[in-house]
C-alpha cells in the first residue's frame, strides 16, 4: 500500500499509537491509525468565484455586444451569463450548506428546537441563521443582515433547483433596456456577485471569529485559518444587505 497525500484542505488526525520497546528500551515497534478529513467548503466558494469571474466577463462584453446588431452574438454572451451566474449563485449556497453541517455538528442545538423545525417545517434559511448564531454569538444586528442575506441566497438556490415550468411575464432589464424571460434578469452577473461575495463574507468572519461556542468549533475554525490563510484584512466587517433584481 502505497503513502498518505493529502491536499490542500485536507485535515490528518492520528488515532491508536503505540510503540513497543524491547529489553534494552530500543524501539522495536510502532502503530498508528491515520484518519483524514476533507472539508468541501472553500472547494464550493472556488468554484463560486470561478463561475462569477466568467459571468463578469461575459457581462463586460455585452456593453460592446448590445451596440451591434449581431442577435446571434447577443444571445450567446446573455446565455453565457445567465449560466455562470446560475452555477456561482448555486455553487455559493452549497458552500454555505457545507459549512452549516460542520458547525452544526460541533454544538449543541437544543432538542426543543430542532423539533420544532421539524413540526414547523421551518425554512433552511432560518435555520442555518440560527445555528450560526447559536455557534458564533452574533449579535442582534449581525443576526438580522445575516437572516435577510441568507434568505435572498436560498430563495435564488431555490428558483434554480424548482424552477417554475409556466409562463409569465417579460422583466425589464435595465442595462440592457431590453424585456427578457426572467431567468436572464434575476441570473445575472448583478445578482451572482453580492451573493457569492456574502457566502465567503459568512464563513470568513465566523472562520476568524473568536466567540465560538465549543472548544470542537474553536479547533475546527483554527484548523480552517490554517488551511485558508485569507488575510481578514480583505473582509468587509461592515456587511451590508443583499438586494438582488428577479
Known amino acids: 500500500m502505497g503513502g498518505l497525500f493529502m491536499t490542500s484542505g485536507t485535515s490528518l488526525k492520528l488515532t491508536d499509537m503505540s510503540i513497543s520497546f524491547n529489553s534494552d ?3 522495536v515497534g510502532s502503530n498508528m491509525t491515520p484518519l483524514v478529513r476533507f472539508d468541501v467548503t472553500f472547494a464550493w466558494l472556488a468554484i463560486a468565484e470561478k463561475h462569477l469571474d466568467q459571468a463578469s466577463n461575459e457581462s463586460t462584453k455585452q456593453v460592446d455586444i448590445w451596440i451591434g446588431d449581431d442577435n ?6 446573455l446565455e453565457g451569463e ?23 455538528d460541533l454544538i449543541d442545538i437544543p432538542e426543543e428546537t430542532e ?5 414547523n417545517r421551518t425554512a433552511r ?3 442555518v441563521t440560527e445555528v450560526l448564531r447559536l455557534a458564533f454569538r452574533f449579535d442582534r444586528t449581525n443576526t438580522k443582515i445575516l437572516k435577510d442575506n441568507l434568505n435572498q441566497i436560498y430563495r435564488f438556490r431555490d428558483m ?13 432589464r435595465p442595462d440592457l433596456n431590453v424585456s427578457l424571460v426572467w ?6 452577473f448583478s445578482n451572482a456577485d453580492p451573493i457569492v461575495k456574502e457566502a465567503r463574507h459568512i464563513v470568513t468572519e465566523c472562520m476568524h471569529s473568536t466567540k465560538a461556542k465549543t472548544d470542537a468549533l474553536a479547533k475546527h475554525c483554527e484548523s480552517l485559518r490554517s488551511m485558508f490563510p485569507r488575510e481578514l484584512d ?9 438586494t438582488p433584481d428577479a
Not at 423539533?115 to 413540526?119: A, K, V
Not at 480583505?234 to 443583499?242: C, M, P
Open 25 to 27: 528500551g530500543e524501539i
Open 72 to 77: 446571434e452574438a447577443k444571445s450567446a454572451c
Open 82 to 104: 445567465f449560466s455562470a451566474s446560475m452555477q456561482a449563485i448555486m455553487a455559493a449556497a452549497i458552500a454555505i450548506d457545507a459549512f452549516y453541517a460542520v458547525v452544526k
Open 115 to 119: 423539533n420544532s423545525w421539524t413540526r
Open 125 to 127: 434559511y432560518i435555520r
Open 160 to 172: 434554480v433547483v424548482h424552477p417554475k415550468g409556466d409562463y409569465s411575464s417579460a422583466v425589464h
Open 183 to 188: 431567468q436572464f434578469t434575476a441570473f445575472s
Open 234 to 242: 480583505t473582509l468587509d466587517t461592515r456587511r451590508s444587505q443583499i
